[in-house]
């Protein structure tokens, strides 16, 4: 479940932060790759929808990392492209989960596990490192809790790949991946009403700061 885990950056952060928050992106990138593939080789929507989620994890991180060093106009624009990109994905998994179903292909559930539980190892390793900044500000906080809430996803797609194996049907990663498609979407709807919102704001009070004052201009 793709998270908006975007806050102002710490103005000091703890030491190694940065560099959790790097190793944490290149993890997070190889497995939107990884369980890419394996979703088009498998033909689980579930596993589709979990790779979506690691690449929006991996816009978030990047935001971190740069963006949310600039001004709030640049990282309005900035968000906006993310939760257009995050609700287009959901809109993809939900293309997908019709074909499949209309299409009565059962996917491959060996894989489906197996990737799936290589994604729960990354979400839970990469959770653990950050676990010494829960405690942080909020966005020393949020990255923890989107890695923590991930690792509970990859349950759900496990207990998908179970459930296809259990009953043959595709039904059990149709309902994983309808849901996590929904939550993108939502998601997305979210951070762009939240970054029309920074964009206005921050456009207003610029305008504002531009204008003379009253005193200045009776001069």
């Known amino acids: 479940m793709a998270c908006s885990c975007s806050a102002p950056e710490p103005k000091s952060p703890a030491p190694g932060f940065r560099r959790a928050l ?8 190889a497995m939107f790759f990884v369980e890419g593939l394996a979703s088009l080789q498998s033909n689980s929507v579930s596993l589709l929808a979990d790779a979506i989620d690691f690449f929006g994890d991996s816009a978030n991180y990047i935001l971190s990392l740069t963006v949310l060093s600039m001004g709030m106009i640049w990282r309005g624009r900035a968000a906006m492209i993310k939760g ?17 179903a209309q299409s009565g292909i059962t996917p491959e559930p060996l894989t489906m596990g197996a ?17 010494r900044f829960r405690e942080g500000d909020s966005d020393m906080r949020s990255v923890w809790l989107c890695s923590r809430n991930d690792a509970i996803g990859n349950i759900a797609v496990m207990g ?20 996590m498609g929904s939550l993108a979407v939502t998601a997305g709807v979210s951070v762009v009403r939240h970054a029309r919102k920074d964009i206005a704001e921050a456009r207003a009070t610029n305008a504002q700061a531009a204008s003379p004052s009253p005193a200045t201009g009776s001069r």
């Open 115 to 131: 990737v799936g539980l290589l994604a729960l190892v990354a979400n839970v390793s990469v959770a653990v490192m950050l676990f």
């Open 160 to 179: 998908a790949a179970f459930g296809v194996f259990g009953t043959g049907s595709a039904w059990p990663d149709l309902i994983v991946a309808a849901i």
């Open 22 to 29: 790097w190793i944490a992106l290149w993890v997070n990138l």
């Open 84 to 100: 257009l990109t995050m609700a287009t994905f959901g809109l993809v998994v939900w293309t997908r989960a019709i074909w499949i």
